[in-house]
C-alpha cells in the first residue's frame, strides 16, 4: 500500500524556464494532466496542471484587439508564471490512503513524488489511486462484495470471517468504515471469490440469518436486503 509500488516512475518534467505554448503542446501530444516542474538539478520546485495551462490562454471572448495583445504576451510566458511553487510532494514510503487524503483536500489530480533532498522520483496520480483502490477491494478478482453492519468493538469482525471460514467461503479482501448514521458501529465490506458449498442465494440466505448483511453487490449490481 505504499506510494513506491503505485507511482509513475521516470515522470515528463517542465523546466521553469520553458514557454507555456510549447508546454501546452507537450500536454495535448502525451494526455497528461499535470507535470512537476524541476530545475537544473533535477529538485522539484512547482507543478503545473492543465488548468493552469487553460487559465493563461487567452479567451476565444475576448475582442480581436485584446486577443491579439495577450496572444503575443503568451509567446513570452513561462512555467514560472502560473505554476504552483512549493508543491506537496509525497515520498515513495508514504501510505496510498495518505495520497488519495491529500489529493481530496488539495483538490488536486497528482503529486510529485521525491526523496528527502526533493529529488524527483515520479509523479502519483488520482488515476494511480483509483488503480490502487480497485487492487484492495479484490475487485479485480471479481466475486460479489458482501457489506455487513457489526459492533464497533473487538470481536464482531473475527467471529464473522471465523464463521466464513467455517461454510468454506474464501474471501480476497476485507475492509471496514465507521457507520456514519448509528453510533457504535461499523460496516465491513468482504470480497467472495469462492461460495464454498453453497449457491449464491444460499449464502445470503445463511449470512442474513446469522449476520446484519446489509447488501451485497455482484457484477456492478447492488441488490439491498430487507430489514
Not at 457489526?150 to 473475527?158: I, N, R
Not at 464454498?196 to 449490481?221: N, R, T
Request: charged share 25%.
Amino acid at each position: 500500500m505504499l506510494v513506491r509500488y503505485w507511482m509513475s516512475e521516470g515522470a515528463m518534467t517542465l523546466g521553469p524556464e520553458e514557454n507555456v505554448v510549447a508546454a501546452a503542446e507537450v500536454m495535448r501530444a502525451q494526455g497528461v494532466r499535470q507535470f512537476p516542474v524541476v530545475d537544473e538539478q533535477g529538485l522539484v520546485v512547482g507543478i503545473v496542471s492543465d488548468r493552469d495551462i487553460r487559465d493563461a490562454m487567452p479567451s476565444k471572448y475576448l475582442p480581436g484587439g485584446a486577443l491579439e495583445e495577450q496572444g503575443r504576451g503568451l509567446a513570452e510566458l513561462k512555467i514560472k508564471s502560473i505554476m504552483t511553487e512549493e508543491p506537496v510532494c509525497v515520498g515513495p514510503d508514504t501510505a496510498m490512503d495518505t495520497v488519495a487524503s491529500l489529493l481530496a483536500r488539495h483538490k488536486v489530480g497528482g503529486l510529485p513524488v521525491a526523496d528527502k533532498d526533493k529529488k524527483l522520483l515520479g509523479i502519483i496520480t488520482e488515476v494511480d489511486v483509483f488503480r490502487f483502490l480497485a487492487s484492495a477491494t479484490g475487485l479485480a478478482r471479481g466475486g460479489a462484495q458482501f457489506a455487513f453492519r457489526l459492533e464497533a468493538k473487538p470481536g464482531p469482525l473475527a467471529a464473522l470471517l471465523e464463521d466464513l471460514r467455517t461454510q468454506n467461503v474464501h474471501f480476497s479482501s476485507v475492509l471496514t468504515s465507521h457507520d456514519l448514521s448509528q453510533a457504535g458501529y461499523r460496516h465491513a465490506y468482504i470480497r467472495v471469490e469462492h461460495l464454498g458449498d453453497h449457491s449464491l442465494g444460499s449464502l445470503v440466505a445463511y449470512l442474513s440469518a446469522e449476520h446484519e448483511l446489509l447488501y451485497y453487490i455482484l457484477d456492478g449490481e447492488v441488490t439491498f436486503l430487507d430489514d
